[in-house]
């Protein structure tokens, strides 16, 4: 059968630029989740690879993050 998106694309290219734009939701996602770890070491006065890891996914999902 017919699939719709769950939502309207808003960006329309040729299909070099359209690379570029497909890689947006992602790259997002990776600097909202460094952001996140860097706040949490930064309060915890830990380096990042000592937070805790199962904190920062569970801030990333309240915020609406999908970790999969």
Known sequence: GKRSLPFRPFVYTTTAPYASTRIMPVVSAIGEAGG?????????????????????????????????
């Open 36 to 68: 996140t770890a860097i706040a949490q070491a930064f309060k915890g006065k830990q380096s990042t690879t000592e937070i805790d890891t199962k904190k920062l996914q569970d801030t990333l999902k309240s915020n609406g993050s999908f970790i999969g």
